[in-house]
């Protein structure tokens, strides 16, 4: 089966693995926009909060992309 690290990455943008790159480009934007720091700035703790989960968004774009361009998940 694919790789846990590519499952989980689906996971972070609410997805299954096998939505297309489209699907995951779409989430990836989506949930960016509804986590991005500069909207959760209200407290420390949310601006934190908010800057480690589009991080771990980001990450899982990236995993996402580097799978569906070479097919690997570039740390091989």
């Given amino acids: 089966g694919p ?4 499952l ?3 996971r972070v943008l609410g997805l299954s693995y096998g939505a297309t790159f489209d699907q995951a480009k779409a989430a ?3 949930l960016l926009k509804e986590h991005h720091p500069d909207r959760h700035g209200s407290t420390p703790e949310a601006l ?3 800057t480690e989960t ?3 968004i980001n990450d899982a774009f990236r995993i996402i992309e ?3 361009t ?6 091989e």
């Fill in 70 to 75: 070479t097919g690997t998940l570039g740390d």
């Fill in 48 to 50: 934190k909060s908010a």
């Fill in 66 to 68: 580097t799978w569906h």
């Fill in 3 to 6: 790789p846990q690290k590519l």
């Fill in 28 to 30: 990836y934007k989506r």
């Fill in 54 to 56: 589009s991080a771990r």
């Fill in 8 to 10: 989980a990455a689906y």
